[in-house]
């Protein structure tokens, strides 16, 4: 089993919907959560931290279960520019700050 | 400018050549990472350093040496290019998060190279 576990999409939606993505984890001691967005050929660049009471960010929205070990994270009103790939990236102390990443969702928001 | 650079950003080379990747920062990070990010899986990483004189391998070190010439600077070396080592390769720093929390991780642009 995959450490971090993506759905890989794409996800294709209109304008102005709501979209939502889940991520699974399978280290329990896993103790910080982010989520990172990527575009096309270009670099991750981090989009939010996840906390454990959940945390919003303008239109986006993370949410932490750690009982079923997963994170999710919900846009709305999307927008063009939010095509891009999403990678759930975890974080587990074994003796520094490890980031696990995930292989991504791909997000298509079309006119 | 960008904080994290890379050189050089796309690169040819053919089986059994040495090359060099470098990286550089201007955010005055202490830590540096190279992972390298193949198609279908995620990043995977590959040596990081939290100052000059500490540096550790990461998951997939194999055929890959680090050189940490400064703060500023963590260059990535394949000794003998073998064409499964295409691929996408970033360079990231980061600083230690606040009370041991996490510390957030800043990428370069990437450097594709292929191997043929």
Redesign the interface.
């Known amino acids: 089993r995959k450490e ?1 576990e993506q759905d ?1 999409g794409p996800f294709n939606v209109p304008e102005g919907a709501t979209v939502a993505f889940n991520c699974t984890y399978s280290n329990s001691a896993s ?2 959560f ?1 989520w990172y967005r990527q575009d096309c ?6 989009l939010m ?1 996840v906390y454990s009471s959940g945390n919003e960010d303008g239109r986006f929205t993370a949410q932490l279960n750690r009982a079923s070990q997963y994170i999710s994270l919900l846009i709305r009103d999307s927008k063009l520019s939010d095509s891009a790939t999403y ?1 759930c990236v975890v ?1 587990a102390r074994q003796g ?9 969702t791909r997000l298509l928001v079309s006119p | 400018d960008a904080d994290v650079t890379q050189t050089p950003r796309n690169r040819i080379t053919k089986t059994g050549k040495r090359i060099m990747l470098e990286c550089s920062q201007t955010k005055g990070h202490d830590r540096m990472y190279w992972y390298r990010q193949d198609p279908g899986l995620g990043l995977q990483l590959i040596y990081y350093s939290f100052d000059v004189k500490d540096i550790n391998k990461g998951e997939i070190s194999d055929g890959y040496s680090v050189s940490r010439q400064a703060q500023a600077k963590f260059s990535l070396s394949l000794e003998s290019a073998i064409p499964n080592q295409t691929a996408l390769y970033f360079c990231a720093t980061s600083d230690p998060g606040l009370a041991g929390g996490p510390d957030t991780q800043y990428f370069g642009p990437g450097t594709r190279l292929t191997v043929l």
């Open positions: 971090v890989p103790q910080s982010f050929r270009k670099e991750p660049k981090l931290s990678l974080n520094f700050q490890k980031l696990v990443f995930g292989t991504g």
